[in-house]
């Protein structure tokens, strides 16, 4: 594929920034004084630009909005005490990108756009890094599709954006999760491993009904039985049984690929636990509680990092949590790595 990368940039005259302060600054509300747009015509990348962050003006006919072709990443940088910057882990979230984008006869955004285009982008935007503890700099990568013409087939053109958002802490408190058994989030050959906003859309429903029974969020089950677990909300799972972190496999397509969940079975496998990526079933997830052998379970997910389960409720029985170790644990040793506490050993951060 041929790629014309000029990256003209256009600079703000005055951050915003003046007049925000960065502490506990709420997810996804805030965005930085630039963007980087890129256009996708005639099979190939142009118009790669790093500009105000501004609206942009759509056709009412945009593809993406009547078919769906639209997909997204979530990453986060940080910065260290010293004022060094780091991406955490991006060459993942720019490979699941182009998986996703396959899947949605969407084209491969390369590298020199994806990550070097971020990079510089951040480079522009570094003051607006946060620079105190559990905060970060959210990093939201998005294509969709912009031919301006009705009829369901892939789109000939689209855009690539990259916007940026300052956030502070994300869940703070531990959640209620209630296993879904009426509505289903993906099968086997759809598009659940996907990170495309369709997925999402199609998820509202649970999750709000959940919460009108108290419940912060679903954790998702298989299309044909509703035993099989998936994961939570935009999180994966894992169950600490005994000595033994499990969660549920990728091989069917179901689920989405997190970085966190690779990153946070990396580091337990480091603290000894022994780690299982194979089906689970809510049944042996009650057994194990009802014996006392569940000790604790966990989302895991770029936004919310770790965020600890205080209650599981499936039908009419909640297993509830009070006290955590394995989950603190190792997200502190995941934040030691983000916040340059600790060596860097497994080459996960990439220097802006
Ligand atoms: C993004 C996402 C995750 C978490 O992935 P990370 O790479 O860890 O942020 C999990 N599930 C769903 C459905 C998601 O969209």
């Known amino acids: 594929m041929e790629t014309t990368v000029d990256f003209n940039v256009t600079k703000v005259e005055r951050s915003k920034l003046n007049d925000l302060s960065l502490e506990n600054i709420p997810f996804g509300k805030f965005f930085t004084d630039h963007m980087l747009e890129a256009d996708y015509e005639n099979g190939e990348w142009k118009n790669v ?10 056709e009412p006919s945009l593809a993406a909005l009547h078919y769906g072709q639209s997909i997204f990443e979530g990453i986060k940088a940080y910065k260290f005490e010293n004022g060094d910057a780091f991406i955490f882990r991006p060459y993942d979230n720019w490979k699941r990108f182009n998986k996703s984008a396959e899947r949605m006869c969407m084209p491969e955004v390369p590298e020199e756009i994806f990550i070097d285009g971020m990079k510089q982008l951040i480079e522009l935007d570094k003051n607006w890094i946060p620079a105190k503890a559990e905060h970060s700099l959210y990093i939201r990568p998005f294509m969709f599709a912009t031919d301006p013409v009705l009829g369901v087939k892939p789109s000939l053109t689209y855009k690539f954006l990259i916007l940026l958002s300052p956030t502070g802490p994300y869940y703070a408190e531990p959640m209620k999760i209630y296993v879904e058994e009426k509505y289903t989030r993906a099968a086997p050959g759809g598009v659940g491993f996907s990170k495309n906003a369709g997925n999402y859309g199609g998820s509202m429903m649970a999750a709000k009904e959940a919460q009108k029974l108290g419940y912060d969020q679903v954790l998702w089950t298989d299309a044909f039985e509703h035993k099989w677990l998936q994961e939570v ?53 009650i057994e194990a509680y009802k014996k006392g052998s569940l000790k604790e379970v966990f989302g895991t997910g770029t936004a919310a990092t770790i965020a600890p389960i205080k209650e599981l409720r499936y039908k009419d029985f909640a297993m509830k949590f009070d006290a955590w170790t394995v989950a603190p644990k190792v997200k502190g040793q995941l934040n030691n790595i983000r916040y340059g506490r600790s060596d860097d050993r497994f080459n996960w951060l990439e220097r802006i």
């Open 49 to 58: 630009e790093i500009k105000p962050y501004q609206p942009l003006l759509l």
């Open 233 to 285: 909300g935009m999180m994966n799972v894992v169950f600490v049984i005994n000595n033994t972190a499990v969660t549920p496999s990728l091989d069917e397509g179901t689920i989405l690929e997190g970085v966190t969940r690779a990153s946070v079975l990396t580091l337990l496998e480091e603290m000894g636990l022994q780690v299982e990526e194979r089906k689970i079933n809510i049944d042996e997830v």
